[in-house]
């Protein structure tokens, strides 16, 4: 059973930050989940809101800010907006990373930076998936790459996004995961996809879970796992 941190490991460290997917692979992750958005001009940065309202000391929409902008404003006093090749830096291939597309335009500049790295640093296709509730952007994912490991994301529709996952050839699902059962985790495992719920932290949760055998569990505190 994978143990990927979420947003690197957001129950220790400012969500989505270099320190974040640090602390993530010092607990022992076999991957990180993270999100990405697209800067004003056309940079991969990570973060999961379309605005840095909520996570860092100023306003503002995140396509419509500056790279330059954007690295320059702080997460609890001390931490910064990272660039996705940052993080895929400082992973170094010890991970594998579930990038979540969020932010319109992304599937094309992601599919680029993981071409880049795949081609000129010795990563491998099994260093990344991809994953999104825009369903859409899995298809552009896939139309550039069929080669890319898609997974697809669902908060309210398991069977809808088996059809779709069948459709794409995804690897796994997401679901959110009070949708699970041990019955539906076990067809989607039959169908030969894996089953990533999501966000999966208190202990008599995290038992449950676990109980109908997912292939992991993306979480906070992914220790608890």
Known sequence: M??????????????????????AIQLGVDAVELDVHLSADGQIVVIHDETVNRTTHR????????????KNLRIDGE????????????VNRRIFINVELKGEGTAQPVVG???????????D????????????????????????????????????????????????????FHLLTRENTT??????????????????DLEKIKSFHVSGIISDFPERI
Request: no cysteine; net charge negative.
């Open 125 to 176: 296709y099994s260093h990344f998936l991809v994953s999104s509730f825009d369903w859409n952007a899995l298809q552009e994912v896939h139309r550039l790459d069929p080669k890319v490991a898609l997974g697809v994301l669902t908060l309210t529709d398991i069977e809808l996004a088996v059809g779709f996952a069948e459709f794409i050839h995804a690897r796994s699902i997401h679901p959110y």
């Open 113 to 123: 930076l993981i071409q880049k790295y795949i081609n000129n640093n010795n990563w």
């Open 59 to 70: 306003e503002g929409i995140v396509n419509q800010m500056s790279w330059t902008e954007l």
């Open 187 to 204: 067809q989607m495992q039959r169908k030969g996809f894996e089953v990533f719920p999501w966000t999966v932290n208190e202990p008599e």
């Open 2 to 23: 994978l143990k990927i941190g979420h947003r690197g490991a957001k129950g220790h460290e400012p969500e989505n930050t270099l320190a974040s997917i640090a602390k």
């Open 79 to 90: 931490h910064t907006i990272p660039l996705l090749s940052e993080v895929f830096d400082l």
